[in-house]
Every structure is written in C-alpha cells, then in structure tokens.
C-alpha cells in the first residue's frame, strides 16, 4: 500500500509555455501533499505543502505565481509550472502522507523529469 | 536553519565490502531521521525510519543508527552488492520546536554509492 504516482514521468516544453504535472495517491486518501525540486547532483529542495481543500504553503524564495500548485480532492495534486524557462529544468518529486498530523511518514513518488528548450 | 551533511559525497566499494554511510544535522530537536535511497532519474525509497527515542533500526543487511545529542546517523550497509549502486540520503524531520518547520523533511546531500563486481 501508500504508492503514490506521478504523470508525466517526463516532459520536454519549449519556453514560456506552461506545463502541467500530476501527483496522485494510489491506493490511500492523501489530506497533504509536497512539491519538491531537484536539480542533478543536488538534493531535494522542498517548494510547497499542499492541503486538500486549502491553499498550498510555499517556502520561502518560491514563486506563487510561477509555480500553482491545487490540491482539489483527496487523491490528486497539480503542479502548474507557468511561463516555463530553461532554469525551471528539473526534477519534480511530490510526496503524499494521510493525514495532517505534522510527522506522518511521507511516500514518494517516481518523479517528472521537466526540460524546458 | 537545519542543515543535513552526508559524507563522504561519493564512495565505491568492490562487492562483499561492510561499508558505512554518514550523516550530520545541526539542530538536534528532531522529530524522526529517515535514510533513503534514489535510483538515477527515480523518486525515493524509503529504507529506514528512526524515531528520536530509538537509538538504531535494522531491516535485512541495513542497520541505520541515530545519536541525537551529537546530530549523527550512519547507516551502515553490510556485505554489499551491486544491486545496492544508488544514491543514499538521509532526511531530518523537525519535531514540535521547529515552528513553521515541523513535520518537514530536510533532506543532505546524498552520498552515491557504486558497488563494482
């Protein structure tokens, strides 16, 4: 159980486009999702915390705007990386936990492979 | 601010070698420590989960350890393989006394690990 998805696996954009990635949970209800963001040979960077039905929380130095983050039910946030350039290059992770209590375990996804010509 | 090192950055190992993996956090008011491993272009796999009251964890040939008055972990790896070539990383979650950091995951650097035939 706890297996957490993730579409596209990979995806190549051309600038200023905006491309849209999906985190789902499999086989449980997940109250709060994670957006983190990798670069090669770096660690995970966490972006955003995401809530089902509320807002997302984002760290500091991430931009709202540029990165939209919904979290409308409970099996399924989006990542909207807006007005893509090549610096947003990257690896995209979501994580899923089942509930909001703040040390729930956390499961991966495989991740999406982001380029942006 | 949490800050998680992982030493050494690289380390590689002919097959059938005991081989220990390092971690370092500065803020020792730490909810759990959790060491994962990363295949390239994949998402996470947990391996072990340390509470802050536990003092170590085995599953199979992995045994992690936490010493949390001095902000350190290992995990050590016995009679590798080269099914065990991959990325490791160890992750921190803050406990209560982190503010708007608790519940989230402060991931190090990684060590990548190449277990040679």
């Known amino acids: 159980g706890a297996v957490v998805s993730q579409h596209p696996s990979w995806v190549i954009c051309k600038s200023g486009t905006s491309v849209k990635i999906e985190c789902r949970s499999l086989?449980?209800?997940?109250?709060?999702m994670f957006w983190y963001r990798q670069f090669p040979k770096q660690s995970l960077m966490l972006m955003a915390t995401s809530n089902e039905g509320s807002k997302a929380t984002y760290e500091q130095g991430v931009e709202k705007d540029k990165f939209l983050i919904n979290h409308a039910s409970l099996t399924l946030s989006t990542l909207t990386v807006t007005s893509a350039h090549p610096e947003d290059s990257s690896f995209y992770i979501c994580?899923?936990?089942?509930?909001?209590?703040?040390?729930?375990?956390?499961?991966f996804g495989p991740g999406t492979r982001l380029t942006v010509l | 601010k949490q800050e998680v090192t992982q030493i050494p950055a690289a380390l590689s190992v002919p097959e059938g070698e005991n081989l220990v993996l390092n971690c370092s956090f500065t803020?020792?008011?730490?909810?759990?420590l959790q060491w994962f491993r990363q295949d390239p272009g994949k998402g996470l796999t947990s391996l072990l989960l340390?509470?802050?009251?536990?003092r170590e964890q085995t599953s199979g040939r992995l045994n992690a350890s936490l010493d949390k008055s001095s902000g350190r972990s290992t995990l050590y790896i016995a009679a590798s393989q080269p099914g065990d070539s991959a990325t490791y990383l160890c992750?921190?979650?803050?406990?209560?006394?982190?503010?708007?950091?608790?519940?989230?995951?402060?991931f190090g650097q990684g060590t990548i690990l190449t277990v040679h035939p």
């Open positions: 340390i509470q802050s009251s536990q």
């Open positions: 086989d449980f209800q997940a109250t709060t």
């Open positions: 994580s899923a936990k089942r509930s909001r209590t703040s040390t729930d375990t956390q499961y």
């Open positions: 803020d020792s008011a730490i909810y759990n």
């Open positions: 992750a921190v979650i803050k406990g209560p006394a982190g503010g708007t950091s608790y519940g989230k995951l402060t």
